[in-house]
DNA sequence: CGCGGGTTTGATGATGCTCAAGCCCGGTGG
DNA sequence: CCACCGGGCTTGAGCATCATCAAACCCGCG
């Protein structure tokens, strides 16, 4: 049940068997079914969640009732609204299970805590930001100057699993284009092989 | 020379005096004229700079020489090419001051001693993170969904600086627009008023 | 005074969206 | 077990937004 955790934190800093297993004790495990939602739109985001096994998604809905995907989580990835899980604001996104999955929840006070017991977990949410926050430097530029093809290409290339795990239309959304217009790309790209 | 520092780290920790005098000792000052860059695309990113007075830019250039603005930093800011500054590769952008501006540059080895040594400086580099993060986040919602007319009124509404100290094409690449489409969307809202 | 970069304006065209319909396939109930 | 239903993916036609190309304008600066 840990094993994700384990290995994502091992990438990044050490922790002594001891530490890890203090660490452990502030995570809250919770399984969670494909289409059940871990927060809603307009509630206060009080966990962050690290998948150990499933997907998630977090969207926003605009005024047309339209969806729009911010992110995937997979195994090993964290996923919350960090903005209200932060500040203890109304969140703007929605958290959905796309797959039967898995979490580890850390609440706002636990994460706390355990950055005061184990200081390298500090520096570990630091550099998991760091990359996150690197990786969405890059899909910025991509999203202002590519094409949609361009877009998608780049995507399934970076990541190829989202394109088997992951249903059309959600890729879609999270590339900014239609789910018409996707399909015409995958379209073309398929007829020029 | 240190006081957007000092009002910036004093926003997210606290320092005691000796605390920030020895802080102090870790940045190297340095000012640099308009149009002069800290940072070459292709070179190694050594340094992570604050802005204490003037403008800098990042931005990237694609094949066909096209500039792609991907950050402005004002006073009180840090820009880096975060990539490059933490893992030592090539850096993907170039780093150019757009008014004569005053620095106070971080090297890595710095950035680490820093942190080292003052604790609550490597929680106020993450707090930084953390709110970078969220703001691209929305950025980039902002940029796969919104209207170029859209885009822009947002950015004015955040950031009226921005509109005030920087020339139109740079705000048109920032935005993902062209300089034209950029010039006819100011003139549509102007007719309105 | 004239040069040059930046902004504006115009005409045209391409990319991707909207609206609408058909298809494929998996799940459900008779 | 089969027929039906519905969601998601595909296909098509027309359209809107924004890009491109080109030229004129504006204004600061040498």
Redesign the interface.
Known sequence: MYEQLEKSIGEKVTLSTEEFELCKTFFIPKKIRKKQTLLLEGDVCTYNAFVEKGILRSY?T?EKGHE?V??FAFEGWWITD??SF?TGGNSTYTIEALEDSELLLLTTTARESLMNAI?AF??Y??LL??N???A??T???S???ATAEEKYLKLTTYYPDIVTRIPQHMVASY??LTPETLSRVRKQINLRK
Request: hydrophobic fraction near 40%; avoid cysteine; aromatic fraction near 4%.
């Open positions: 926003t605009d729009n911010i992110q960090l903005s932060l200081p500090e520096s949410q630091r930001l760091q996150a926050y690197i969405l430097q899909r910025i530029n999203a202002l100057t590339l900014g």
